[in-house]
């Protein structure tokens, strides 16, 4: 069955400030922006049979030059084991770590992503680091960027161990991250930056976890900025941190907001800034100098609270995936997810003006159809005095090393085109 996403493709046209920096890397760091949802414009998704927007019947550009359209199909069951546990590799943080904290259940390692028109190959360690033998790649926005960078360095550490560099390359190494694999001389980082502009504390001096923000929406964050010319694969990623209280400002004024119940200020919802955010960052790494990189949007994650806000007892106890008729994309995921993929499309046409590469891991639909796969309340020890669940981040191993393959499969075809251009040339 075709991709009712890709059908509706079709159909649509920091220097952060250190109050940021600082947040500590915690359960309530991760999960709080989406306790503002409930308040928003958009109501959260019903966990059952959603109805769904009518769509269009048509092919789009995520279908790939060999014919199979990648991001359309279903989980299938596969009893072989995942590509590491977490005694075989040593990055895994405890928030993402199910199995060493004693979830039971282990079936949600046991699925492999099946598109309807071929088969996606399985993750190829060696084959990889062959593909970005003298790169370096990069991954900019939130912590959900990150855990793909965590499920990557697992998928490759059987291959060849990497050195973790972050504090030599950065003052905050906890968000910062950098690593080499010195037999390959690639390197791996991730640059936080979760709202990929400019974004500071309202009051700095009464910083707490809900905060008003600033968000900048026209100067794109120096953190991400000064530094990703340097790299050869971009992966832009962001989403949940937009949920909470923001301020949205242009030309350093203040034109309007999300959430934030101010006296003579528009309330323009999130996704004015979520469209503005990712505009800025395509902007900007479009039109960086020394950048002649690929770049991709890993579309939007999904959440799957069930039972309660995330703060009132939700949870994720799923152990199992839903099928596309017990969930369909709709409400403010769709929205969310169609208001970064015009951006993305928009950006596309400009960076091919200039030669440059943009690709996008369209993901959402994917992960929509996992609730199975979230740390739930296996992301700590049960020593520890925690009533939140993590329904945002994904379990390593788990559905998010799919990101991975098919970013390798992306690439792969890429490599493929290019060795056909150099052929056509010389002859």
Excluded at 160 to 177: C, G, T, V
Excluded at 236 to 251: C, I, T
Aim: contains cysteine.
């Amino acid at each position: 069955m075709k991709s009712r996403i890709n059908e509706i493709l079709n159909g649509t046209t920091r220097k952060t400030s250190k109050s940021v920096l600082l947040i500590p890397f915690t359960l309530l760091l991760i999960i709080l922006p989406l306790s503002l949802m409930t308040n928003s414009h958009e109501s959260p998704p019903v966990i059952s049979a959603v109805r769904s927007r009518s769509s269009l019947n048509s092919t789009t550009e995520s279908e790939s030059e060999d014919g199979c359209d990648i991001f359309s199909g279903t989980w299938v069951p596969y009893p072989e084991g995942p590509y590491y546990n977490h005694e075989t590799c040593p990055w895994i943080l405890d928030q993402q770590n199910c199995i060493k904290f004693g979830r039971p259940d282990t079936d949600f390692m046991h699925w492999r992503w099946k598109p309807d028109q071929c088969e996606l190959p399985l993750f190829d360690a060696d084959q990889f680091l062959k593909l970005v033998k003298g790169k370096k790649m990069v991954f900019v926005g939130d912590s959900v960027g990150k855990n793909q960078m965590w499920s990557l360095l697992c998928l490759l550490n059987h291959v060849s161990e990497a050195e973790d560099l972050s504090e030599r390359y950065s003052s905050n190494p906890m968000y910062f991250k950098r690593y080499y694999f010195e037999d390959y001389n690639f390197t791996l980082a991730n640059l936080w930056s979760p709202y990929f502009v400019k974004a500071r504390d309202d009051d700095p001096d009464q910083h707490t976890y809900n905060n008003i923000m600033r968000l900048y929406l026209d100067e794109a964050d120096e953190a991400w900025t000064n530094q990703v010319a340097d790299f050869d694969i971009v992966i832009f990623s962001a989403g949940h941190w937009f949920f909470r209280p923001l301020l949205f400002f242009e030309n350093n004024k203040l034109v309007g907001c999300n959430q934030c119940d101010k006296e003579n200020v528009t309330d323009l919802t999130y996704y004015y800034g979520y469209r503005k955010a990712f505009r800025t960052a395509f902007k900007a790494i479009t039109n960086l100098k020394r950048y002649n990189g690929m770049t991709f949007l890993r579309t939007f994650s999904p959440s799957h609270f069930e039972n309660g806000d995330w703060n009132k007892g939700g949870n994720c106890k799923r152990t199992k995936p839903f099928t596309k008729e017990e969930i369909k994309l709709d409400g403010f995921m769709l929205e969310t997810y169609l208001t970064q993929v015009d951006e993305f499309k928009a950006a596309q046409k400009e960076a091919r003006k200039k030669g440059l590469k943009f690709m996008m891991l369209d993901t959402t639909e994917i992960m929509l159809l996992r609730p199975d796969g979230h740390p739930n309340n296996y992301g700590h020890s049960k020593d520890k005095n925690t009533t939140l669940n993590d329904c945002v981040h994904w379990c390593l191993p788990g559905p998010v090393d799919t990101w991975n393959e098919l970013l390798q499969y992306m690439m792969n075809l890429e490599n493929q085109d290019s060795s056909d251009s150099i052929i056509q040339r010389i002859f």
